[in-house]
Each structure stands twice: as C-alpha cells, then as structure tokens.
C-alpha cells in the first residue's frame, strides 16, 4: 500500500517490486492534504485519512499488515492507524529504536510533538508483532513499555551493497584536498549530530590526545549538519586550542562519496549513547575500516568485538581507545580483519529470512487464537492519574497503556489536570458529571484507594456501578476524611454502622477514631455496589471474608501485580551513590513506620556480624518517620558502633530510588499489621533480581519459596540477623534468588499478561452475573428516561426492589427480637435477660455474624437502631429503623416475649424460612398454661398460641432452663405443633449481672436511713413483680407469725405491682409494720438493689413457678444466702447454694427464717455454683448458634403425628 501523495517515491517503488508482486495487488492510499502531525488544528482531516486508511486495510482482507514505520507523519502528510481495534494481533511494525522515549528531556519538549510521538508509540504497543533492528532495541521495547518478549523479533538489517572496500587514489585524496582541506590521515564520524550522538564527548577525547598524533589525524565529522550545531563544535575545538583544520565537516554526501571516506579513514569512531542499530559503524566495517565504538545500547552488537568498545560517558575510556588504536597498527590491523568478518553477519537476506520466519509463526500462533477477539469495547476508566502524588495513580498509568489493547478507554478524572503524556496523548479526559449521564459505556473500571483522591468515586459506583480495582482494603481514613468535610459528627458514626454494626460503633466511642480507622475496613457498601473487585493477593480476600462473610469471596478476583523485570547498571549506580564495588549493601525500601519493622531490621542487624564488617552498609531507602518512631529510630543509630554505615535516605526521587536498587546486594522487606495491600517496594525488588528477606506476613506469605528467603510472620531477631549472614556470605544463593525472583516475574507479572487478566475479569463480572444484570437494567431504564430524579436514582419504593434481590454483602445476621423490651422500661425477668444478653451480644467481636436488634412492627421487622445504641449508652445517630430483609444464613432470635401479635404474623415467619432464615425462639417458662389460674384471662389461650406458633414454625427453642426445656417437651407432646421436621431444643442460664440489665434511677432520700435500719436488724429481701404465683402471700404470713411471737426481722419486697393482685396490694400497704418491719420498693434503682443485697440476711424465692429464678443467682452472686421453694427450677439453678423450704408448709418457711435469722452474714463474696455473668451467657449461645452437637442441645423433639403437609396435594409434591 502506497502513499499516494508521493508519486515519485511511489513510481521508484512500483519499478523496484516489478516481477515481485503483480500490479493489481498494488494499491494506493488517497490521503487528504494537511495531515502531517506538525500542523495544529488538523485533529478532524487526520482522522477522516486514519478512518479511510483503515477501510482499505480491511477490504484488503490481509492475513498480516506490515507497517515498515510507524513514526512517519510528523512533518509529512502520511497517516498511519491500526484501524477500531478488532485485529490489532495482525499488524506488525519495524522498531527502529525509542530514543525520544528514553530521552524525554533532548526529544520530547515540544508539546505537540510530545503528543503526537507518544499516540504513535501506543500504536506500536497495540501491534500483535514488532520486528526489532537490534536485541538492543528489543530489549528496551520489552523493559521500558512492558511488551512481551514473545511479540518482539530482531531481524536486524544490512549496509547497502555500495559500501564495500574502495581504492583511495591521488585523485581522490585530491578531490579530498580540494573538497574540505583533508590531508594525511583522518578519523571519521559519521552520523547526525543529536545529543545522544555523543559528538561533543568525541571532540573532547580527540582533544585529549597527544598532540603529534592529533597532528597526523584531523576529525573528520561526515554528514547533514546545521549551523547552529557546527558553530558549537567548532566553539568546542577553540576552547580545547584545536589547530585550525584539525575538526573538518564534510556536510551531506551521496553513498559513493560515503564509501571512500570509510574506504580511506585510518579510523571509524561511534560514541553514540544510544542508537536501535547503527548503520554507520555496520557500512563501515563492509568498507574495510578499522572501527570502534561506544559500548552502549546496539553498538556492541553490531561492531561485536570487545576490544572495539569504550565507555562513552568517560572521556578518559574514550580517549585512551582513540590512543591505542592510533599508536598500535597490530590493533588496527585486528580490527579491519574482524571488520571483514562481522560485516558480512549483517545481509538483507539474512534480515528478510528472520522477518519471514516471525510473521509466519505469528499468524500461526493468531490462527490458533482465532475467534477469541472482537471489537474494542468502550471502558470508563476512573482513576486518580499523575501529577496526583499516589503510587495508584502511577499504577493506573502504566496500566492504562496495557488495558489499551483490549479497550476502548474514556479515563474520568476529578482533578485540574492530567500530566501523564501517554495518558494525554492516547486517552480522552472526562468529567466525574459526563459519567453520571453518559448511556454507552457499559464497563467501568474503578481504581480505589484511602486517601481523598478517591472520595468522588463512592457515589459515582453506587449511581453507575463497575468493577472495583481494590488497592486497599481498609478505606476507613477517606471515609473519615470525607465525613469531615461534611461537618456532621454523626456521619462516620453512621459509616460504621452501616458497614460493621454497633460494636464498631462502640469501638470508635471508646477508643477514639485513630484506633477505630484501624480496626475496621469500613468497605462493605463499596464491594456491595462493586460489580466485582479486583485484588493482587488471597490475603486481600480472605481480609474480605473475614469481615463481611465467606459468600463475599465470589465477589473477587485475583489478578497478578503488574511489573515487568529490570536490568538495574550497578556499577553506574554505584558510582553514583558514592559506595565501592566492593562494599556490601543491604536496603529496606519504603517509607519508615512501625508496621514495616524497621527497628526489627535494625536491631538484628546491630545484632549480626555484619555490623561490624567496615564494608557493609544498611540503607533506609524511604521517607523518615516524623514522630516517636523515627526518634527511636534515631537514637538506635546513634548509640550504635556503625552508625556511620546505617544510613536513612528521607525521601528519594524515582532515579536515586532506581539507583539504590541497581545498587543493593539484599533486600529486607519486613511487615506487620497488614491490611490487604500489596506491597509494590516487594516487586521492585523482585523485578531488579535482587535476593529478598521478607516475613509471612500478609500477601508476602503468597511469594514462591525460591524467589525469597522467607521468614515466619513473628519472627525472632537472631532468625533474621542468621539470614542475613547467610547472604552475606554465599553469592550463589543470592544469584539463584534473584535469578528465581526475575524468571517468576517474567512468567507470571508481565503488565501485557497481567492486563489480559484484568480484561478476562472485567468481562467476567460484566457478563451473565447478578450484579451486572441489575446494572444493564437500570441503565436501562435510565436511557429511556425512566429515573426520576436528578442523582439517577428512582424512589424508595422503585428502590424497594433493587435492594431486596442485590446480593447482599456481609456477614450473617443475628436479629435479635426486642419488641416489646424496645418499648418498656419494665424490670421484670423478661426485660432483663433481653437487656443482658443484647447488650453483650452487640459488644461481641462480630466477625462471625453481624447483630441487629430488631422490633416487629405492621406485619414485618424493622430495625430498632436507636435501643441497640441506648443499650450500649452510645450516642443516637437518627438513624431509621429501616424494613429488615433475610437472607441464606441468618438467624431469627426472639428473645422478647411478643405472645399476642407473633401468632398473627404466620407469614411473616414463613417468608423468613423461605429466604432461608433459621427461626430461634426463647421460651422463658409455661406458666400461664400450666398455672393459668395465676394469670389474668385469656393469658393462658395466647400462650398456648404462641406456643403453637413457634412449635410450628421455628427451626429451634432456646430454653432459660433445663426444666423448661422438659416442660415444653412435655407440653408439645401433649399438644403436638403442625410442622413436619425436628425441632431442636436446648437451654441456657441467663445471667446474673443485674447492674448491667436495667436502667438506672439513682437512690432516694431516704436510702440511707433505711438501708442503716435493715443493716441493723435481720432483714429479708424478696425480688420479683407482685402477682399471685410468686408467694409473697405466704412469705408475708410467716413474718406475721414471727412478728407474732416477737422476731425482730424484716421484710423488703423490691417488685412492681402486677396482675391479679389488688387484695395482695391492698393488704401490703394497709399493713400494721409498713415502714417498719415491712418495706415494699415498687421503683427501686439497680443501684438500690444492690445495696440491698449487701445488707440483707437472705433472699427469700416463694414462687410456685418460675422458668428460672434470676433474684437466686443475683443474690448468690453477691453472697447473699437463699430460702427458695423446694420446685425443680430451683433445684437445678441454686442447689449449690440455697435452702429449700416445703412450698406447702408454711411453718417450713418460718423455721428457715429462723434459721437464717440467727446466723450472721459471713461475707458478700460470690458463693460457689453462683451462675453464669452475662458475658458468659451469651457465649454460650452464640456457641450453641454455631454448634449443633453443644452439650446445650437436647434431644430433637418429634412427634409421629406431626406433618407440615398433611393436607397437601401429595401427587403434586410428587411431581414436584
């Protein structure tokens, strides 16, 4: 295919192919005027030529499309494209070499050019194939744009066959003489005169000769050469006092003339710095000259022998070079005769072979592929970029240039502006606001991090969501940051709460915000929104998992960190640092801080010989730590005997911080704390094979075992300071350490394949999954106007829907049912077991399940936010108790005792079930059917209801007591329940912490006196709401007889006046001794209660049914003795501790007051067997949650007679 703007050039083209490839499969590409990249404004003309170029390419229908370069156009009207990106695989293109690339600061000033040199350089990327003049050029494609090794052949090239050894006759040296003054012997250049040409480092070494061989040798500098740069050498030879016609510039030359001047030289010099072959060398050895060069990029390749090379940054190497071969013809002579030989290696048939062999086993390997790519999708990539400072934006950078081979890219950014030139030149730049309304991108990638360069990026991903590139795990410090700006106190309260529940929460409360930013992810509503996220490790995972559930791992991949290998100079960065060949140099890298170990480095190395040794060195490559860690730190050093040879280098630019890894002879890179990052300064070492020290700790533990030398997480300081003599002391294994870091990088890192493991993710996550299904429907609805507001988001019951069918993100929930507790500040048993037990379930470390207290409420559960935060005296955050939604594995606890309105919500509990929620109900005694005659009426029918409601819907009964456990065991067999399965029934022993279960009042007036006066005299303490079934009537009629005969005892009475006891009441306060042996507390505080606990002579329990007893274990928990009716229940709370008394003889009672009356108090301390504190009930059942075979489970219950379907329509379920 043929310019067609050049004719001339075209016709030669056409002549010299004539015989080779028929007329007809010679095309033209008709390209408008004004393209050339130089012109500005001509963005639209240039890409109607690219879209016209690319139409012919593809009716071409080649099998490979050879571009012989892509960096032609800049000052030319030439057009070069790779057409949408369908078959990018089947162009190949030359690689000359990427000196403006490596060379920024000589080539790439001009901005235009800049970004012209930088769309061509992502086109060559994008190539399925590159044919590299030199393995020079080959291996800087590969090192400074990450192209796989396997896509970059080196077909090298060839001198044309006019260079070939001349006879130089009079004639000529005349036409010399004549020409230019040359006489005598010469040295020759040839070339341009560019910086990297190195001319001005050739006429100060040339200078440096002595000055009889610069008399019989002028410089002769051949070639094109401006004024401006041959009045600056010509300045140059006046300063060193060059003879005139010592420097003699011959200007532009035909090949002939070319030819007789390498023919004729006594010397061929190259002191390039750079070059992708280096013709100029390559004819002149085909003409027979003597040659040397610089020992830099293709140049040895091509000269190919050593004792032809200088250093070409040493004016003293190249100097002494130029002497030698001068002074000694048996140098010369050996470098003519290598000339001959090495000059006959280079043929363009030679070249043509290997371009032919690569394309043929590129399409080969393409065939195979076939099928496996099609269009470019369009992605919206959103990323902080550079000049942010944040190793994100420098990763997302690199990746950009990788990600465009598979993509389509818009990059969204909300910052002022972008510098990256790939980026600039390559990509366009939207708005965070262009995203939230653009309808075509279907796929966006989001790069999040903890810091503010992120904080547009949570509501963008709720409002359009995309894959997530999790950089850290934890994003609490940007979260926290944000809610700052917001000046709402309560913002990051409700964060936490949101992400982790209430004991976060609490955390925060407690511990302040610094310890809570540690502690917690605050993550959970980004990996919700995420269609899927993207991590460099397992251990970033298993961080995931363990705050927010297994399920959540299939919400991620793991894709490789990107890094490709680098071959660090050593001896350059030596010299640069100011350290000696010889010297050996162990470095940390990273910023210094107490998560990265940096005094555990210390101190085994001050422990190790090597501390010792004049010629070792530890270096802290990385900014210092500012506050008490860094001045510990500094006072180690300081007080150490080699605090000369430890060094911390406070921050370093990109160059030092390269030089100092081209420079190391070991690594240690050491961690703690870990929060799911990966650790970058780890694969920079990796990369430049250096042997690594590193700890198991975090994603470090995932290293293979040849690529470091790894130590156990909690390490011991010997262990390291061994290791490091170890290395010290065996350059063969640190040379199979780096070499094995380097291979496994290669293998497994390289950006090209870490990126296509990024496109399989992100495809995979925009595919057929849940998440990315809801998004195309909201986008969806969105396109056609269907949102209906201005954030994108539809109203809460438009909402209602999407939220119930996402899948939810985070840890099975324990609801906790407090209904009725919710709402009353009663003191009764119920109350204070669902008071305990919430309170410390919320302060569990929940990161097995997540608890949410709960209330019912018209016909489903709402959270109960504000009594969860009462609970634990937490701040309110105006929070709504929002419609809580079930999900696989959570479980139902009703806790609160809601016998009148639970039957009625069938179901509601059904529904539960269905969504598959395990029902756990606590059942805390059966009196109102066993003893209905002490209840008011109709108690009795609603808990025999409730009964059958939960014995038919619930999944297990926890029990307050073992004999409860019997007694509904007993009951359901008399009274089977409608279900057909198992029902588990177990028990528990609330606890008896009263303090930590009621609200508090303070103490009366008259506390004081009171408690004095019962002090003094025997006194008895009944504890327990007044209804008829707790015995305060017989207790109150064995006083009466003791007061009687003359007893100088008490009685108090702490309890409210319940049902069925207005004759009880009635007579209390009528009664002769009130306020003076008899005391009855209807309002007493928890603070009170203890007290009297304290003073009291015993605890009288006369109820004739309890479901446990908790005023026996709160008595024996404070050492107070107990007179308790001789009942099962009791039996199996306080037989270690209480006396019984006949329930039926009250005359029993009164002799164990009289007991009790005359034995003194020994001591308030908890006596044995005193039951469980509330902590450890609840332990108990979250084991018993947890654990199917805990020794708390009894014996399923099942009855032959029940069956859920016994009405069903069975010949269906048989289908079914």
Not at 53 to 76: K, M, N, V
Not at 405 to 429: C, G, K, R, T
Not at 731 to 743: P, S
Request: net charge negative; hydrophobic share 40%; with cysteine.
């Amino acid at each position: 295919m043929l310019n067609g703007r050049y004719d001339d050039a075209s016709l030669e083209l056409i002549s010299q192919f004539e015989g080779l490839i028929p007329r007809e499969r010679i095309v033209v590409d008709e390209l408008p005027f004004g393209i050339a990249g130089c012109q500005p404004g001509n963005d639209r003309r240039v890409g109607m030529a690219e879209a016209g170029q690319s139409a012919l390419l593809t009716s071409l229908r080649a099998d490979c499309i050879w571009h012989s370069s892509l960096f032609e156009g800049w000052g030319d009207d030439s057009a070069v494209t790779l057409g949408s990106g369908r078959d990018d695989a089947r162009h190949v293109a030359t690689l000359y070499d990427l000196i403006p690339l490596l060379h920024p600061g000589r080539h790439l000033r001009d901005a235009g050019y800049r970004q012209w040199y930088y769309r061509r350089l992502a086109l060559l990327k994008r190539c399925g194939l590159l044919l590299a003049l030199s393995e020079s050029s080959r291996r800087e494609a590969i090192d400074a744009m990450q192209i796989p090794e396997d896509r970059i052949a080196v077909v090298s090239g060839a001198a044309d066959p006019l260079f070939h050894p001349v006879s130089i006759d009079a004639a000529c040296r005349t036409r010399w003489q004549q020409a230019w003054g040359l006489a005598g012997n010469f040295l020759l250049y040839v070339g341009g005169y560019d910086a990297h040409k190195n001319v001005d480092a050739l006429i100060d070494a040339y200078a440096d000769l002595p000055a009889e061989l610069r008399q019989r040798h002028s410089l002769v500098l051949a070639g094109r050469c401006n004024e401006q740069a041959k009045n600056h050498l010509l300045g140059l030879g006046r300063r060193h006092r060059l003879p005139q016609g010592s420097l003699i510039f011959t200007g532009a030359l035909e090949d002939a003339d070319l030819a007789a001047l390498y023919s004729g030289c006594i010397l061929f010099v190259a002191p390039s710095l750079h070059e992708g072959l280096g013709l100029p060398p390559l004819e002149a050895m085909a003409c027979g000259a003597a040659v040397i060069g610089s020992d830099a990029a293709s140049l040895p390749e091509v000269i190919g022998c050593k004792d032809a090379l200088f250093d070409p940054r040493s004016r003293s190497s190249m100097t002494a070079k130029l002497r030698d071969v001068l002074m000694l013809p048996g140098l010369r002579d050996h470098l003519r005769e290598h000339a001959a030989i090495q000059a006959r290696k280079f043929t363009w048939e030679d070249s043509a072979r290997r371009a032919r062999v690569a394309i043929e086993q590129h399409h080969r390997m393409m065939t195979r592929v076939a099928g496996t790519h099609s269009a470019r999708p369009r992605l919206a990539y959103v990323s902080p970029l550079p000049p942010v400072h944040s190793g994100i934006a420098d990763y997302s950078a690199r990746l950009l240039r990788e990600l465009d081979s598979h993509y389509d890219i818009d990059v969204v950014v909300d910052q002022p502006e972008v510098l990256d030139p790939w980026v600039q030149a390559n990509f366009p730049l939207r708005s965070v606001d262009w995203l939230r309304l653009e309808t075509g991108v279907e796929r966006v990638l989001y790069h999040f991090g903890n810091s503010p360069f992120h904080a547009h990026m949570f509501g963008l991903l709720e409002q359009r969501p995309g894959v997530v590139m999790l950089h850290d795990s934890w994003l609490g410090a940007v979260r926290n940051w944000m809610t700052q700006q917001s000046s709402n106190p309560d913002a990051f309260p409700r964060l936490l709460h949101a992400n982790h529940g209430y004991s976060a929460v609490l955390h925060d409360q407690q511990h302040g915000r610094a310890s809570t930013l540690d502690a917690w992810p605050v993550s959970r509503d980004v990996i919700e929104h995420a269609l899927g996220l993207v991590v460099h490790s397992d251990y970033a995972v298993k961080q995931a998992r363990r705050y927010f559930g297994e399920d959540v791992a299939r919400k991620f991949t793991v894709v490789p960190f990107p890094k490709n290998v680098v071959q660090g100079r050593r001896r350059l960065a030596r010299r640069l640092l100011g350290f000696a060949s010889d010297e050996f140099m162990v470095c940390s890298f990273g910023m210094i801080a107490p998560t990265k170990l940096n005094h555990r480095l210390l101190a085994a190395w001050l422990q190790s010989p090597l501390s010792a040794n004049p010629r070792c060195h530890l270096v802290f490559v990385g900014e210092h730590h500012g506050g008490d860690y860094g001045r510990q730190m500094d006072a180690m050093i300081g007080s150490s005997g080699a605090r000369k040879r430890i060094h911390i280098t406070d921050f370093v630019g990109p160059e030092s911080y390269a030089d100092y890894l081209a420079a190391t002879d070991v690594a240690v890179q050491l961690r703690t704390a870990s929060r799911g990052e990966t650790s970058a300064a780890i694969f920079d070492v990796l990369a430049h094979g250096l042997p690594l020290v590193a700890n198991a700790h975090g994603s470090a533990a995932e290293l293979p075992p040849d690529v470091a030398l790894m130590l156990p997480d909690r390490f011991e300081d010997a262990a390291l300071a061994d290791a490091l003599c170890q290395l010290h002391g065996d350059a063969v294994r640190r040379d199979m350490l780096g070499a094995g870091a380097q291979c496994w990088i290669r293998e497994h890192h390289h950006p090209a394949k870490v990126a296509l493991c990024y496109r399989d993710a992100i495809e995979c996550f925009v595919g057929d999954t849940r998440e990315a299904e809801q998004a195309r429907m909201v986008d969806r609805m969105r396109r056609k106007g269907m949102a209906t507001n201005p954030e994108g988001k539809s109203g809460d019951g438009d909402e209602f829907g999407l939220s119930v069918n996402r899948a939810r993100v985070g840890l099975p929930r324990l609801f906790v049912d407090v209904s009725a507790t919710s709402r009353s500040d009663l003191h009764t048993g119920i109350e204070r077991v669902v008071r305990g037990m919430l309170s410390e379930l919320l302060r569990l470390d929940q990161t097995v399940r997540r608890v949410e207290p709960v209330r019912l409420e018209s016909g489903g559960y709402r959270q109960a936010v504000d009594y969860g935060l009462k609970i634990l005296g937490l701040p309110m955050l105006n929070l709504a108790d929002t419609v809580v939604q079930p999900g696989m594995g959570d479980t139902l606890l009703g806790l609160d005792w809601v016998a009148d309105a639970l039957p009625q919500e069938a179901a509601l509990l059904k529904a539960w079930r269905v969504r598959g929620a395990r029902l756990l109900f606590v059942v805390y005694d059966l009196l109102p059917v066993r003893m209905p005659h002490h209840f008011p009426e109709g108690i009795a029918d609603m808990h025999a209801r409730w009964l059958a409601c939960i014995g038919q819907h619930a999944d297990g009964l926890l029990c307050i007591s073992r004999s409860v456990a019997e007694d509904v065991r007993s009951w359901f067999d008399e009274h089977p329940p409608h279900r057909g399965r198992e029902l588990a029934i177990g028990y528990f022993h609330p606890g008896n912490d009263p303090a930590s279960t009621r609200p508090s009042t303070g103490l009366p007036i008259d506390a004081e006196v009171l408690l004095s006066r019962w002090h003094a005299v025997p006194t008895f303490l009944m504890v327990g709401t007044i209804e008829p079934r707790k015995g305060h009537a017989m207790a109150l009629d064995a006083f009466e007889r003791l007061w009687e005969h003359g007893a100088d005892v008490a009685l108090v009475i702490v309890g409210r006046e319940g049902w069925m006891c207005g004759m009880l009441a009635a007579r209390l306060r009528s009664h002769e001794q009130l306020g003076r042996r008899l005391f009855w507390l209807d309002q007493a505080s928890d603070e009170y209660l203890e007290r009297i606990y304290d003073v009291a002579r015993a605890l009288i329990a006369a109820s004739e049914g309890e479901g446990f007893g908790l005023p026996l274990v709160e008595a024996a928990r404070r050492g107070l003795p107990v007179i308790a009716r001789d009942i099962p229940v009791f039996r199996e709370v306080s037989s270690g501790f209480a006396s019984f008394f006949d329930g039926a003889d009250v005359d029993s009672l009164v002799e164990a007051i009289r007991r009790a009356a005359r034995i003194e108090r020994a001591s308030t301390k908890t006596a044995p067997n005193a039951g469980p504190s509330w902590e450890a009930t609840t332990h108990t059942l979250w084991s018993m949650l947890d654990d199917d075979r805990h020794p708390h489970w009894l014996a399923p219950w099942w009855h032959p007679e029940c069956g859920e379907f016994v009405t069903g329509n069975t010949s269906l379920a048989r289908e079914l």
